[in-house]
């Protein structure tokens, strides 16, 4: 079994004012005590915050491409998308895409495009199975969120149910969790992409298929996302949501589209759950 090195958050030193001039350097001192003890409060806020989404979870619903793992950390989800565009273009059917979703960079969406002009074609079919292919190459490379294996381990040991909710292909999740091995802490629950694209988030079908399958209500889950399509869709279902954003965009995106708890990292979250 192929085990991928967790990775965690590094943390610098400290970056210390220096000045020359002593009555300065006390109001500095003071204002950063001032800050310090804001942030303090905001921190203990945000804790219990968590500890209230978390402990009133008895389903969690992951998203896979985001909190769980990079999936295109090295096999670029650009460069597939550019692949997919490319195909159909070789096919004659440059035309089918208007010039956004041929520049969208984004194979979901160029997948989404097709299958709402064409739904439920062999065009479709052919090309969904070319993007899972191409997701299966990139799970082979995909680098772990950094905590997310000790907490997936950790929210199976004092009894929560989880399952995946993902527009990713099912098969390329199965082979990840194998490949870390996770999959006993999800199994059977893994519900990805299909071939009625028109069902992937926002739309909450997975999520539903989730709830009903754990035979829980949606005020007693929490869905883990990493975009304004998970969020859209778990206000659909009625679930909890938590965001994670590993950068600022994200971060800033998921605000945006009214996420009122997001995370920078899984690791308050792991903390909160062991009681730290």
Known sequence: MVR??????????DTLLVTSDATTQTDATQTDTTRTE?????TADEIDELRGLIEGARVVLWDFDGPICRLFARHKAERVATELVDWLAGRGLNNLLSDSERDSLDPHEVLRAVDLRHPGSDLVTELEERLTQEELRAAGSALPTAYADPLIRTWT??????AITTNNSPKVVRTYLNDRGLTGCFAP???GRTTALHLLKPDPHCLN???AATGSAPSAALMIGDS????AAANDAGVPFLGYA???????LLRDAGAGHV???LEPVLRVLRGW
């Open 4 to 13: 991928r090195p967790l990775g965690n958050h590094h943390h610098g030193p």
């Open 38 to 42: 804001g942030t303090v409060r905001r």
């Open 157 to 162: 040991a004092v009894g929560a149910r989880l």
């Open 189 to 191: 629950h893994i519900y």
């Open 209 to 211: 298929r989730a709830l």
């Open 228 to 231: 304004p399509s998970d969020l």
């Open 246 to 252: 590993r950068n600022d965009r994200k971060g800033k």
């Open 263 to 265: 995370v920078a990292s």
